[in-house]
């Protein structure tokens, strides 16, 4: 079995660093009341991952207190279908082009989709668990990601 897709749009940065979604012509209209939404959802397929690292099916992440971990058990680009998934602020559109607040993607980096983010379809049900040796990452790193503080996601997930 075999499939194919084809890019709706693209990542694009500016000299100032800022990152939009321009979403090929023919797709425009698709755009139609997206701007509607606060947040979207943004799939897209991560170009630059080697051919030869996707073969990769465990890796030792960087920081030191993580155990070796099956690659699915992460959110590192290296995969089987390198597909990037995530949730983005949308500022504005103009036309084809979506103005967001960030996107861990580089310039040119195809985009496969975008859904509008609804909390009652998109948010998990049930409390959230993740594994102890997440929590010293989200503790780091969380300022860069999140407004919210360290006690504040303590309350949305369950650690074991």
């Known amino acids: 079995m075999s499939f194919k897709v084809k890019p ?3 990542v ?4 100032s660093g800022k990152k939009y979604i321009e979403v090929l012509e023919e797709y425009e209209e698709a755009l139609e009341k997206i701007e509607c939404f606060s947040h979207v959802i943004v799939l897209y397929w991560l170009n630059k991952v080697p051919e030869d690292l ?3 099916l465990r890796i030792k992440p960087k920081f030191e207190w993580a155990p070796e971990l099956g690659i699915f058990a992460t959110r590192f680009p290296a ?9 983005v602020k949308l500022l504005s559109r103009r036309g084809r082009t979506l103005l ?3 996107i ?3 310039d040119g980096t195809p985009i496969l989709d975008l859904k509008p983010y609804i909390p009652l379809f998109d948010k998990p049900k049930g409390r ?3 594994p102890r040796w997440v929590l010293r990452h989200i503790k780091e790193h969380h300022h860069e990601h999140d407004d919210l ?3 504040e996601i303590l309350k949305m997930v369950e650690i074991r």
Do not use: H, W
């Open 100 to 102: 967001i607040d960030d």
């Open 128 to 130: 959230v668990i993740l």
């Open 12 to 15: 694009r940065k500016l000299e």
């Open 79 to 87: 995969r089987p279908n390198p597909i990037g998934i995530t949730t």
């Open 149 to 151: 503080s360290f006690e």
């Open 104 to 106: 861990d993607a580089e």
């Open 8 to 10: 709706i749009g693209f």
């Open 54 to 56: 996707r073969k990769t």
